[in-house]
């Protein structure tokens, strides 16, 4: 498959410069799970919360130019700017080495108690 390069002058590639611009020192204000109003934010902040998973790209995102609340994901340039390389391996490091760990002792404490549990309920029995 061969795909031409798209050319363009330099009027868009300022235009494209500014919105950039614009998108990463904006304002921002998010709602959290309970949605809870959170803010003001700028871009370094919006990716400490991504990579403590409290936004994501279903997170309903306000900012200076917008007339609603409108998903992260429907944001196109502010997405692209919060998960950066960096960010995205923070994501990883933290989901595989911090989270799943304490998931699965979680899981193996509960999983002891339902024996227990279970156990108690057949002696009644």
């Not at 590639?13 to 799970?33: C, G, H, L, P, V």
Request: hydrophobic share 40%; net charge positive; charged share 25%.
């Amino acid at each position: 498959m061969n795909r031409n390069p798209i050319i363009l002058t330099l009027n868009q590639k300022s235009q494209i410069d500014y919105i950039k611009t614009a998108i990463k020192e904006n304002i921002w204000y998010y709602r959290d799970r309970l949605n809870i109003s959170r803010g003001p934010c700028d871009i370094y902040l919006l990716r400490k919360c991504w990579i403590n998973g409290i936004i994501d790209q279903n997170t309903l995102i306000w900012g200076i130019g917008l007339d609603d609340w409108v998903p992260l994901r429907n944001i196109r340039n502010l997405i692209i700017l919060i998960r950066i390389p960096e960010v995205q391996i923070a994501t990883l490091i933290k989901k595989e080495l911090i989270i799943k760990p304490s998931l699965n002792n979680v899981r193996d404490l509960n999983k002891s108690r339902r024996n227990t549990w279970l156990n108690q309920i057949e002696e009644m029995f």
